[in-house]
C-alpha cells in the first residue's frame, strides 16, 4: 500500500521561508503527479501546487512568484519551498500523489497525513 509522509511543518515569522518534503513509500515504481494541497483553518482544501513526471507545474494565484514546487522522481519524493510567508499561508500542508503504480498494485491517488505550517509573530 502507498504511503505518503510530510516533513518540514513548524512555526515561521511573517515573510520567513520553509521547506516541506513529501516522500511516498510501498515498493513504488512510478507516479504520475504529486502536488500539494493546504486546508486553513476552518476552510475547505485547496490546491497549492502540482507537478508532473515530467516536471509540468501548475501553481494556485496566491503562491504564484512565492513558492516552488520540485521533485525527485528517483526517490519518490515532492518538495515545496515557501518563502516569504504571509498569515494567510497558514495550513495544513498535505501531499497528494496521482497514478501511482507500485510492484503490487496501482492506485488512483494517494493521501499523507498533512503537516501544520503555521505563520505568526
Known amino acids: 500500500q502507498v504511503q505518503l509522509v510530510e516533513s518540514g511543518g513548524g512555526l515561521v515569522q511573517p515573510g520567513g521561508s520553509l521547506s516541506l518534503s513529501c516522500v511516498a513509500s510501498?515498493?513504488?515504481?512510478?507516479?504520475?503527479?504529486m502536488g500539494w494541497y493546504r486546508q486553513p483553518p476552518g476552510k475547505q482544501r485547496e490546491l497549492v501546487a502540482t507537478?508532473?513526471?515530467?516536471?509540468?507545474?501548475e501553481y494556485a494565484d496566491s503562491v504564484k512568484g512565492r513558492f516552488t514546487i520540485s521533485r525527485d522522481n528517483a526517490k519518490n519524493t515532492v518538495y515545496l519551498q515557501m518563502n516569504s510567508l504571509k498569515p494567510e499561508d497558514t495550513a495544513v500542508y498535505l501531499c497528494n500523489a496521482v497514478d501511482v503504480v507500485t510492484m503490487v498494485h496501482r492506485a488512483l491517488e494517494a493521501w499523507g497525513q498533512g503537516t501544520l505550517v503555521t505563520i505568526s509573530s
Open positions: 510501498g515498493r513504488v515504481l512510478s507516479i504520475d503527479t
Open positions: 507537478i508532473t513526471s515530467g516536471g509540468r507545474t
